[in-house]
């Protein structure tokens, strides 16, 4: 089947524009994850949804970044006035949130560079 | 919050040596612990996981291994490939009985060589 699938896969962007990023997760999978990763870094945790809501945002670094899934399906990353040091992969994953199958599958994710 | 650090950040072996790759958390009552790929460019997939009512678990060459006094888990490669070489990362759940909820570690880069 289809799996974790992220648009677009490269975006150049001028500092203070906003952006968004979209993942459409596994069919049926209700937990969906945001990620950053930055050069020979792991990924650094940004908000986790179960279904429609934000289970933890934590992650998130200030609130010019925002993400939504609406349906409970696919989600969107908003960022303003993005900064350079928003320059990363974004990556997105689903998993099928059950108590024995917690494998996150992961999309391709979207490089965003802030020039 | 949970802590999840990884050790070495880079591992250079020879072709058929073996691998290990260890990674501490902070959070007594995490229960499942996943090791995840990266190959360039790529995305990261899971090659193994365990959870915390075993001790060890194999996957043909690939093993997992946790000590929950000590709250640590290894990653242990045997007869690396030089396909093996690739990032790897650690994760461990943040919220009890909440597995969904991962941190990951920062990565260890692993090359064998042939």
């Known amino acids: 089947g289809a799996g974790v699938s992220q648009t677009p896969s490269n975006k150049v962007t001028e500092k203070g524009k906003y952006v968004e990023l979209r993942c459409d997760p596994i069919s049926g999978h209700t937990a969906l994850y945001w990620y950053r990763q930055s050069l020979g870094q792991g990924p650094e945790f940004l908000i986790y949804?179960?279904?429609?809501?934000?289970?933890?945002d934590s992650g998130l670094p200030n609130d010019r970044f925002f993400a939504v899934r609406p349906e409970g399906s696919v989600s969107t990353l908003k960022i303003q006035r993005t900064e350079r040091g928003d320059s990363a992969v974004y990556l997105c994953?689903?998993?099928?949130?059950?108590?024995?199958?917690?494998?996150?599958?992961f999309g391709p994710g979207t490089r965003l560079t802030v020039l | 919050g949970e802590n999840v650090e990884q050790h070495p950040s880079t591992l250079s072996v020879q072709e058929g040596d073996s691998a290990v790759i260890k990674c501490t958390y902070s959070d007594s009552a995490s229960n499942y612990f996943p090791w995840y790929k990266q190959e360039l460019g790529k995305r990261p997939q899971l090659i193994i996981d365990i959870r915390s009512n075993v001790g060890e678990k194999k996957d043909q060459r690939i093993a997992v291994t946790l000590n929950k006094t000590a709250k640590h888990f290894s990653l242990h490669i045997t007869e690396t490939q030089p396909e093996d070489s690739a990032v790897y990362f650690c994760?461990?759940?943040?919220?009890?009985?909440?597995?969904?909820?991962?941190?990951f570690g920062a990565g260890t880069r692993l090359t064998v060589k042939p």
């Open positions: 994953a689903s998993s099928r949130d059950s108590g024995h199958y917690n494998e996150q599958f």
């Open positions: 994760a461990a759940p943040i919220q009890l009985y909440n597995n969904n909820d991962m941190r």
């Open positions: 949804f179960q279904g429609t809501g934000a289970a933890d």
